[in-house]
């Protein structure tokens, strides 16, 4: 058996950053006043942006950039290796790449697939956003739809 401890290592961080214990963090970077809950996952070539709060229970996969002032609600999931023959591929440079920008909100429980998403939009509890978002506005449901514009 091999047991090994969640971590911090190798994260730049800027300013006034908050990370609760325990965390998983490794090869990414942080900007300025950024809150990490407890019980979070954030993989490597990950960004996350100035003044971004995430909460507990939520996974970043690899390769996601987190525009600032962003919110992600608790147990969000972002997931990039699309299972395209049926099985995980370990090729990492098969996989996505995930974009959200400045000042987008994530409910609690939504899962976010290898797309990008707009500036200002919003994405409701347990919704799954399969398509990019260009369009600033309230989503929700799974496929996330959406319901209004902002």
């Known amino acids: 058996m091999q047991l090994k401890q969640s971590t911090v290592r190798n994260v730049i961080c800027g300013e006034n950053v908050v990370i609760y214990e325990p965390a998983n963090l490794y090869d990414c970077m942080l900007g300025d006043n950024v809150f990490v809950g407890p019980f979070v996952e954030i993989q490597a070539n990950t960004q996350i942006g100035a003044d971004t709060k995430i909460q507990s229970h ?35 440079s098969s996989w996505g790449r995930i974009t959200l920008g400045n000042e987008v909100s994530i409910g609690s429980g939504a899962t976010i697939l290898a797309v990008s998403i707009c500036d200002g939009a ?29």
Not at 69 to 77: K, S
Not at 134 to 139: L, R
Request: proline share 3%; net charge positive.
């Open 58 to 92: 939520t996974f970043i996969c690899e390769y996601v950039t987190v525009g600032s002032r962003c919110f992600i609600g608790h147990g969000v999931m972002f997931a990039n290796d699309m299972f395209r023959e049926g099985k995980p591929n370990a090729d990492r």
């Open 122 to 150: 919003v994405i409701g509890a347990g919704s799954v956003v399969t398509k990019s978002i260009t369009e600033k506005g309230v989503y929700a449901g799974n496929p996330a739809r959406l319901l209004r514009r902002l």
